[in-house]
């Protein structure tokens, strides 16, 4: 069992930048991947980004790229979203994902933190 507990969210204005923080209840390292995916109303949710807790390679959904940095602290067991020139398409809420694989594949999600860009 994971916990997973997101802080960060909160309202910006175009152009502003946040910066997520996912806690895990396990040790990353014991991990397979760590992620941000955001939904809003009646759309599914979207992979912003995923990491590899031990190597830190990263994958960007296209609307991340080139504005979002994901990372990890293996000492923290946290993993972290750095969100630049925000524009108002990223309002959304932010899930934090933590994938285990152990004989299966077992997945644990955050409750959610609101993301709120406006004028």
């Known amino acids: 069992q994971v916990q997973l507990v997101e802080s960060g969210g909160g309202s910006v204005q175009p152009g502003g930048t946040l910066r997520l923080s996912c806690e895990s209840s396990?040790?990353?390292?014991?991990?397979?991947?760590l992620g941000w995916y955001r939904q809003t109303t009646g759309n599914p949710r979207e992979m912003v980004a995923v990491i590899t807790p031990d190597s830190g390679s990263p994958t960007y959904g296209e609307s991340a790229k080139g504005r979002f940095t994901i990372s990890r602290d293996t000492a923290k067991n946290m993993v972290l979203l750095q969100m630049d020139n925000l524009n108002t398409e990223d309002t959304a809420v932010y899930y934090c994902l933590a994938i285990l694989w152990a004989r299966r594949k077992y997945e644990y999600w955050g409750q959610g933190t609101q993301v709120t860009v406006s004028s």
């Open positions: 396990r040790n990353i390292l014991e991990l397979n991947t």
